[in-house]
């Protein structure tokens, strides 16, 4: 019934540039949109989210990334620039109602930062 998938990762050198999108059911388009990176050696950590046009970034990640749904609300956006070896990792999506329930989670895409 929900179905939630994101696109746009890859392998780019350090200071490049990516764009991760991800779509959800139009059910989701009230819920809180979400990015999270997950590695082999860390458990899954928030990137980004945005909760009614208030937007929250790690620290890590400020200043570079920026996060953003389009008009339907359906699509969120991660504007990823300058990108750091240490931003290596699998990118989920995820859209939850509320901050403390757990949501719907993409397949997650692929994010390599390497020379």
């Known amino acids: 019934q929900v179905q939630v998938v994101e696109s746009g990762g890859g392998s780019v050198q350090p200071g490049e540039s990516l764009t991760l999108s991800c779509t959800g059911s139009e059910s989701l388009s009230w819920y809180i949109a979400g990015w999270y990176r997950q590695s082999p050696a860390n458990d899954r950590v928030l990137v980004a989210n945005v909760d009614r046009g208030e937007v929250t970034y790690a620290d890590a990640v400020k200043g570079r990334f920026t996060i953003s749904r389009d008009s339907a609300k359906t699509t969120v956006r991660l504007q990823m620039n300058d990108l750091r070896p240490e931003d290596t990792g699998v990118y989920y999506c995820?859209?939850?109602?509320?901050?403390?329930?757990?949501?719907?989670w993409g397949q997650g895409t692929r994010v390599t930062v390497s020379s």
């Open positions: 995820n859209f939850r109602r509320t901050k403390r329930t757990p949501g719907h």
